[in-house]
């Protein structure tokens, strides 16, 4: 696993004084391109104390390692700007949950001036300010350095370096594509949300799953029809604290997953909404779930998704169908574009919306563009003629021998696929011996009257280097 490092300048921490919440903004990506110190918004939150109470629950989780608890490095929340609504994102130390405050329209009366994405600065003294904050109090929210409203610390910049493992940032990013394919599986109103919430068992680590039951939830240790998967009950701790503001709870889930799945929780309160996601158990983060690479393996994805990319414009609700009449493609190869996006963190996905929005993960784009290290290996195995179609079978040479793949199944003979029997995705073997077959069956293009020219010369020193990222370097990667 390797580490990127991240290094965040503030100008001055953010701060909460005199009913004034002022967020400090790092480097990020505004309409007209990379900033320093974006300045986004200014004015009143309307619902000050449920909005004070999600945002310390958002940074809660970037605080937070659920599995195997210890001390460790946060990473500053993401904030992004779409014109009619601020979303507050994080991800849990430990790669299994992802957190988001939607602060809608109605919880906003102010001025837009920019839109985009950037981390915001949450310290502890910040932290212990939110707790304070009551029912009554007034507060003036400012996403920008102009709004710090202490001037006693001009000039005190802060400046962080936090790790970001490869595999939190493929988490963050994939846990959008995930919460995609989800619906909504059961809703809770008012003091029926409040009462289910409560009646969990107290034990962090319990797995269960829930099922609808008329108008209620019931609690069992198996799944059934239109059951979802609660586990780590633990992980919804940041639930709790907004018991008292919440007016529904929606659950949402894969269809008929049968075993472990991920799930989403989304609290609406006042004027916004509170969501969880959560992996489909407590020590497996969203990293290496792998479900969505057969679709990006196809070779127009990365072509789309650079076509789709440029039309977005930090939108807070992407149109399928306006994008396509844009980018003159099918709704279906936007939703495949869509969906190598936001493997890049490129955009995000409301279940409550059922709909993406477009924002760019502020961190480094060389540690962000490639993220999906088996694809990567995929492609190289494929390039490089190590895959031979027979049929309804292939044989993909390896360092580590030839492995067998099923065309039809998905199956292989590599230790990964004995490990996870397609649970977590295809292997790299498939995804290359796919990405061949595809190509084998594509038509030929027309025969051309022009003279064929000369066969490029190999130089053997070209050709030994792809061998030897074949056999070394591309095995590792599962």
Known sequence: MTNATQAYSYAAPSMLVDGRLGLSTSGGRALRGPAVAPKFFSGVVTQAAPAAAALLGVADVALTRYHQPRPGWTRDPVVTCGG???????????????????????????EVFDRGTTNVDVNGPLREALARVGARDPLHLGVGADELTVTTLDGAVVEKKVPLPERWLRGFAEVQVIAARMDLRAELHGMGAVRFLRSLPKRAAADLWVAPAGRDLRVTDRPGPGAVCLSGVGR???????????????????AAPGGP???????????????????PERWRGFSGEGAVLADLATDEAEADADVVGMLLNFEPEVEIGLLADRAGLSTTRVRAALTQLGTAGRVGYDLHEAAHFHRELPYDREHVQHLNPRLTSARALAGAGAVEIAGDTARVRTDGGVREVGLADGSCTCPWWWDHRGSRGPCKHVLAA?????????????PSTAPSPAPPTVESGVESGVESGVESGVETAR
Request: net charge positive; hydrophobic share 45%; with cysteine.
């Open 84 to 110: 009619d609504r601020l979303r507050f994102e994080s991800f849990s130390a430990c790669g299994g949950v992802y957190s988001r405050l939607d602060l809608l329209g109605d919880a906003l009366d102010g």
């Open 236 to 254: 919804l701790a940041t639930l709790l604290p907004l018991l008292r503001f919440v007016r529904s709870l929606k659950v949402y889930g894969p």
């Open 261 to 279: 799945a991920s799930s989403a929780w989304e609290l609406e309160l006042p004027g916004m909404r509170y969501t969880l996601v959560l992996s």
């Open 434 to 446: 796919r990405i061949v077959a595809r190509a084998t069956s594509a038509p030929s293009p027309a």
